[in-house]
C-alpha cells in the first residue's frame, strides 16, 4: 500500500503542535533542519525511514500510528483533552502526558506478549442516588478482589492494574490536578496520578480515577482537580461519586474509627494505620455521621509527617540511595510492575536492547543503571 504523504504529514504536525513544541525546538532536539521538518510537515517532501523513527521516538508516538491512515487516531483523546482544558496544560506537561500515553500503550502491548491475564471488573448502577452508586461498586471492587471485610488496601496501584487499568504516577507542572482518565483506543483505560501530591494524596486520586473509569468511559476524558481548583465542582455528580467510590474503597464506611474524643495523635494514628490524609479521614468520618463540622476541621489540621508516609512501589527494605533512585523514576512514571514487565519482555526476546531502553524512556547508560537497581541483567551489552 503506497504511503499517504498528506496523511503522515498532518500527523506529524499535529503530534508537535498538540505538545506545543515549536518547529525550531524539534528541529534542535531531533538533528532534523529547520528547512527540511518544514517541508515534510507541509508536504512538500517525503520523509525518510529515519526521519520518521527519529520524529516518532521524540514526539513518543508509536511509529506505526503516522504510517497507517486506517488505523484508530491516536491524538483523538489528546485533542479533546486540549480541547476542553487546553490553558491547564503548559508544553512540559502536554509533553508529560504523551509520554504517559506511550507508557499505557506499551504496558499493553508487553502485557499481551507475555500472556499476562486481567480480572474484568464491571459494575452497572441501579437508581440515580450517585453516592450510592460509588459506595456499592467500591464494596464489589473489594468483594471481587477478595478482601475481608476489615482489610485496609496496601498497594492500590497493584488493585487496579488487576482489572486492566494502567497507572502511572507522573509529576505534572499544573499542582491544581490531582489526576486524569482517559480511554486510550489501543491501551483502554489509563490513569494518570500527579506525582506531585504526597503518597496518601496519590492513593485517593488513583481511586477517584479508578470510578472514572469503572463509571464515565464514555466520556473518554475527565480531568480532576483539586477542590477549590480548576474545573472543580464538588457538587458535579459525577465528582461525588468518584469521591465516595475513592473513601469507600480505601475506607469501608463500616471500619471507621468510632472516637469519642479526637486528638492529634489519633488523628495522625488512624491516618497512619488507614493509610490515608487527615483529609480524606475527616471526609469519611463526617460521610458516615461519625464527627461534625469542627471535629472534621481540627482532624484535618494535622498532618502525617512525610517520612512517616508509606510508599507501596519505594519499600522501606532499599537503601537510602536505592530509595531515592526509585523515587525519582516513578516521578517521571516508571512503575516496579512496568519497569518488570519490560525487563521480563527483553529477556524473553520480545523486545530488543535498544527497544527497552526506548520503554524505560532512556539512554543506553540510563538503562544500565535501572537494570542494576532493579536487580535485573542486560544480556547483550547495552
Given amino acids: 500500500m503506497a504511503l499517504n504523504l498528506k496523511v ?46 527519529i520524529l516518532a521516538n521524540y514526539y513518543h508516538v508509536n511509529f506505526r500510528d503516522f504510517l497507517n491512515e486506517s488505523g ?57 442516588h450517585f453516592k450510592t452508586h460509588g ?17 485496609i488496601p496496601r498497594d492500590i496501584f497493584n488493585d487496579f492494574r488487576q482489572i486492566g487499568f494502567h497507572v502511572f504516577r507522573r509529576k505534572l507542572t499544573n499542582s491544581n490536578i490531582s489526576g486524569l482518565y482517559i480511554y486510550h483506543p489501543n491501551a483502554g483505560h489509563c490513569l494518570l496520578i500527579n506525582y506531585e501530591e504526597d503518597i496518601y494524596r496519590q492513593r485517593f486520586s488513583a481511586s477517584h480515577e479508578a470510578a472514572h473509569a469503572i463509571f464515565d468511559s464514555s466520556e473518554s476524558v475527565v480531568v480532576s482537580y483539586k ?8 457538587q458535579e455528580l459525577k465528582e461525588i461519586r468518584a469521591n465516595r467510590f475513592a473513601s469507600c474503597y480505601l ?48 482532624i484535618r489540621s494535622f498532618s502525617v509527617p512525610t517520612s512517616d508516609k508509606i510508599d507501596p512501589e519505594a519499600p522501606q527494605t532499599l537503601t537510602e540511595k536505592q530509595r531515592s533512585r526509585r523515587l525519582n523514576l516513578l516521578e517521571s512514571g516508571l512503575s516496579d510492575y512496568y519497569v518488570g514487565l519490560c525487563f521480563e519482555a527483553y529477556h524473553q526476546g520480545i523486545i530488543s536492547a535498544g527497544r527497552l531502553s526506548e520503554a524505560l524512556l532512556a539512554d543506553h547508560a540510563e538503562t544500565q543503571e535501572i537494570s542494576i537497581l532493579f536487580g535485573r541483567s542486560l544480556q547483550y551489552g547495552v
Fill in 251 to 298: 475506607i469501608p464506611p463500616d471500619q471507621l474509627p468510632k472516637v469519642s474524643q479526637w486528638s492529634k495523635y489519633l488523628a495522625l494514628n488512624w491516618a497512619q494505620q488507614l493509610r490515608v490524609s487527615t483529609a480524606v479521614l475527616s471526609f469519611s468520618l463526617k460521610e458516615a455521621g461519625l464527627v461534625d463540622e469542627s471535629t472534621a476541621k481540627l
Fill in 227 to 234: 477542590p477549590g481548583k480548576g474545573d472543580y465542582s464538588a
Fill in 8 to 53: 503522515l504529514a498532518q500527523r506529524l504536525r499535529r503530534a508537535r503542535e498538540l505538545q506545543a513544541i515549536e518547529l525550531s525546538t524539534v528541529c534542535q532536539k531531533t538533528g532534523i533542519t529547520h528547512e527540511r521538518l518544514s517541508q515534510i510537515e507541509s508536504v512538500q517532501c517525503k520523509p525518510s525511514g529515519d526521519e520518521v523513527l
Fill in 135 to 151: 459506595m456499592q461498586a467500591a464494596g464489589k471492587l473489594r468483594s471481587f478482589l477478595g478482601y475481608a471485610a476489615n482489610e
Fill in 72 to 128: 484508530p487516531e491516536s491524538f483523538e483523546q489528546t485533542e479533546i483533552l486540549y480541547r476542553r482544558h487546553g490553558d491547564d496544560f503548559r508544553s512540559d506537561d502536554r509533553r508529560a502526558i504523551q509520554e504517559f500515553l506511550y507508557l499505557c500503550e506499551t504496558e499493553s502491548f508487553l502485557e499481551a506478549e507475555l500472556k499476562i491475564q486481567k480480572h474484568k471488573f464491571a459494575f452497572v448502577p441501579t437508581g440515580k
